[in-house]
């Protein structure tokens, strides 16, 4: 049997940040075909600040963990510093992951970077409305 870690267990039986921005700065959808998990990531930004982040997310124990450590690791950060987000840093924040669940943080990274895109293309460069 693959362990996890006791923060990995905290996070997906009690996830941080779940639900929607109603007025969100930009929204982010990923999904893994490997294994059908979905994601999708609100984010709210009042300057250049990632002020709020929640989440809407179908997916394993694993893909939960992930993505509620991401929005702990992505609030109150700078829009640079939460666009460099990675892997890396979610595993981490989690004490490790099994190697075969390791793509449950990419999810988390890849869903932050795409809902602060869309912030970009709305506001930055108005080409949404």
């Given at each position: 049997?693959?362990?996890?870690?006791?923060k990995?267990?905290?996070?997906?039986?009690?996830?941080?940040?779940?639900?929607?921005?109603?007025?969100?700065?930009?929204?982010?959808?990923?999904?893994?075909?490997?294994?059908?998990?979905?994601?999708?990531?609100?984010?709210?930004?009042?300057?250049?600040?990632?002020?709020?982040?929640k989440?809407?997310?179908?997916?394993?124990?694993?893909?939960?963990?992930?993505?509620?450590?991401?929005?702990?690791?992505?609030?109150?950060?700078?829009?640079?510093?939460?666009?460099?987000?990675?892997?890396?840093?979610?595993?981490?924040?989690?004490?490790?992951?099994?190697?075969?669940?390791?793509?449950?943080?990419?999810?988390?990274?890849?869903?932050?970077?795409?809902?602060?895109?869309?912030?970009?293309?709305?506001?930055?460069?108005?080409?949404?409305?």
């Amino acid at each position: 049997m693959h362990e996890y870690s006791d923060k990995v267990i905290r996070h997906f039986k009690n996830p941080k940040n779940v639900g929607t921005i109603e007025d969100a700065s930009g929204v982010g959808e990923i999904g893994d075909p490997t294994c059908g998990d979905f994601l999708r990531v609100f984010i709210k930004v009042e300057g250049d600040v990632v002020i709020d982040v929640k989440y809407q997310i179908r997916g394993c124990p694993a893909a939960i963990s992930c993505a509620s450590a991401m929005t702990e690791l992505a609030i109150g950060k700078g829009l640079d510093d939460a666009m460099m987000l990675t892997e890396d840093d979610i595993v981490t924040a989690l004490d490790g992951l099994p190697e075969f669940k390791l793509h449950c943080s990419a999810l988390g990274a890849a869903g932050l970077q795409k809902a602060i895109i869309d912030y970009f293309e709305r506001y930055v460069h108005g080409k949404k409305t």
